[in-house]
């Protein structure tokens, strides 16, 4: 029997496939991507990342009640993240393929076609990282690898990440194995929740050997974005995924150039540095570019 299915279900695998996805995503499911509610079909391509203020504290004498408060302002910060790729799977269907080839639509085609969106977005993050500049004050040895995590740490620090923030170390794998082999009963890198110096280790096989990049979730934005459907469009659907953040847009539609169907998945995606806010605990909000990211190239 050939494959056919409504609207509905067209929305349902695409959820499906969203969150299948959406869950295999490494660096970028670490970097900040609230922005949701940021964004509106038909403003332009650019979504603004709410900074919130820090208002000053006023103080006086407990026992006074004479003296005016004093009234401060509340000023925030908007970045922009401009969704500068459409990022899409777009392929053939032929009639032999709905026929006889093809048992299961999801598993077969429209997972496989939204992998390949979702590995571009990794690329996307993980060159984010990459364009970072090298610190070259901290050097990484194959022999001791957790000095280089101690020198990041102490850097982050001094550029105002405050304690208690969530850090990710990203590192080429390579690096992961040099912290494997030097993990030891006596003297362990890894603590119980598998941290090392208090940052949350990925292995990302994106990264060149020796290349490692610590960072908080703050010192980036990811936005993928589900596309509108056309009003022409038979059968689609535009799914965000509420656990992984990932979002995307299903079209299916008969072709008559070619005499096939096609099946479109595709995404808005951006990726931007975000500079590091710190407060100043004076009313104003310092922003730090390239604060809230150490990049360390072996032998840089």
Not at 15 to 22: D, N, S, W
Not at 40 to 67: C, H
Not at 198 to 221: C, D, K, M, Q, T
């Amino acid at each position: 029997m050939a494959n056919t299915f409504e609207t509905a279900e067209a929305g349902k695998i695409a959820a499906v496939a969203a969150a299948l996805v959406g869950s295999d995503l490494n660096v970028a499911n670490t970097f900040y991507k609230n922005v949701a509610n940021d964004f509106f079909p038909g403003v332009g391509s650019t979504v603004s990342i709410r900074v919130p203020g820090a208002p000053a504290v006023g103080t006086k004498d407990a026992g006074d009640v004479t003296t005016t408060l004093t009234i401060g302002t509340l000023q925030e910060n908007l970045i922009p993240v401009t969704l500068s790729t459409n990022a899409y799977s777009d392929i053939a269907l032929s009639v032999a393929d709905l026929s006889l080839n093809i048992e299961n639509f999801a598993s077969q085609v429209l997972v496989p076609q939204a992998e390949a969106v979702a590995k571009y977005v990794e690329r996307t993050a993980v060159a984010a990282l990459q364009a970072a500049d090298a610190d070259t004050t901290i050097t990484y040895a194959e022999a001791t690898p957790q000095a280089a995590f101690s020198a990041a740490r102490t850097k982050l620090r001094a550029n105002g990440v405050p304690a208690g923030a969530t850090m990710y170390a990203a590192v080429a794998p390579d690096v992961y194995g040099a912290l494997l082999d030097n993990n030891t009963t006596t003297q362990p890198l890894f603590d119980a929740q598998g941290r090392v110096r208090g940052f949350n280790v990925i292995e990302s096989n994106r990264l060149a050997a020796g290349e490692l990049a610590f960072y908080v979730p703050e010192a980036f934005a990811l936005v993928v974005r589900a596309p509108a459907i056309p009003d022409g469009a038979p059968f689609g659907a535009s799914i965000v995924e509420p656990q992984t953040g990932f979002a995307l847009s299903y079209i299916r539609a008969f072709n008559p150039s070619i005499g096939a169907d096609i099946s479109l998945v595709q995404a808005l995606v951006g990726a931007s540095a975000l500079p590091l806010a710190h407060d100043d605990e004076n009313g104003t909000v310092t922003l730090n570019p390239g604060a809230g990211v150490v990049h360390v190239v072996s032998g840089s």
